[in-house]
Structures are given as structure tokens and as C-alpha cells.
């Protein structure tokens, strides 16, 4: 009974990041961008979006990895599943500590069009998105790949 509650919860836990990280990413800041006037303003508001859901990735990826731990005896590290959670949360560490960061330093510093601080940002941004879209490949692959709840 416990162990096919915390299954369910494993089901609750992805669907909550992967959701918020489609929901985000592919509906609410295009739609930022294409509505509002000031694409400074959209930039504050996907930025502030993306943090928080860096912060739902860290909780979600710990909380999986813990239930991982405690639905599967022996060498649960080293299931497909949870090197895919570690790569997961190595990206959104990567996101937060690093690429945020500098990306709202050269922000902060003002971000004049063809300076090299605007293609600093523009390759950071890049970066950001390539992997910002490789978590989200992967969260539906977790998603795709998850045990019936009767075989879990």
C-alpha cells in the first residue's frame, strides 16, 4: 500500500516539473513575447519564470532521486532513470549558478545592440535554450518511460 503511494507520488513529483517546464518554456513566454510591447519587460518576467521553475527542478530532482533510493533495492543508482534525473539536475545546476548569473550581469551592466556584451548575452541565451530544451527531452523521456503503477 505504502509502496504504491509512493509510486503515485514519483508520477505526481514528474508530472509537476515536466509540466511546469513545457508550460513555461513553449506556451508562457512566447506568448510574454508576442503580447507584450516591451520585450525588456517579457525578458524580466521569462527570466523570473525560469528561476522559479530552476528552484521546482532542484526540489522535484531531489524528491525523485529520494523515492528512487527507497522504490528500488539494490544498485538503484545505476537505472537509466536516475542517471537521467542526475543529468537533469546538473543542467538546471548549470542554469542557475552559471548562465543566470552572468547572463544578468551583462543585463545589469546595460545591453547596448552589437556590443560585445549584447553577443555575450545572445550566445549565453543560446546555451540557456539548448539546454533548457535537452531537460525538457528528457523530462518526457522519464515520462514516456514510467513503469505501469502496478509494476512499480
Known amino acids: 500500500m505504502l509502496y504504491q503511494f509512493l509510486c503515485r507520488g514519483e508520477r505526481l513529483i514528474l508530472a509537476i516539473w515536466v509540466g511546469g517546464l513545457l508550460s513555461i ?13 516591451s520585450k525588456q519587460l517579457a525578458g524580466q518576467l521569462a527570466g ?3 528561476f522559479v521553475m530552476n528552484i521546482i527542478g532542484f526540489v522535484c530532482g531531489g524528491l525523485l532521486l529520494a523515492l528512487a533510493g527507497v522504490l528500488k533495492q539494490g544498485v538503484w543508482y545505476k537505472e537509466r532513470r536516475v542517471l537521467v534525473l542526475v543529468v537533469m539536475l ?6 542557475s549558478f552559471v548562465l543566470q548569473p552572468l547572463m544578468q550581469d551583462l543585463k545589469a551592466n546595460g545591453l547596448i545592440p552589437g556590443s560585445e556584451e549584447a553577443k555575450a548575452f ?31
Open 25 to 37: 518554456g513553449y506556451i508562457a513566454t512566447p506568448v510574454l513575447f508576442s503580447l507584450l510591447d
Open 48 to 50: 523570473q519564470m525560469f
Open 90 to 95: 546538473s543542467i538546471v545546476a548549470v542554469a
Open 122 to 152: 545572445g550566445r549565453m541565451h543560446g546555451i540557456s535554450s539548448i539546454l533548457y530544451l535537452i531537460n525538457s527531452l528528457l523530462g518526457i523521456f522519464l515520462v514516456m518511460m514510467a513503469r505501469p503503477i502496478k509494476a512499480c
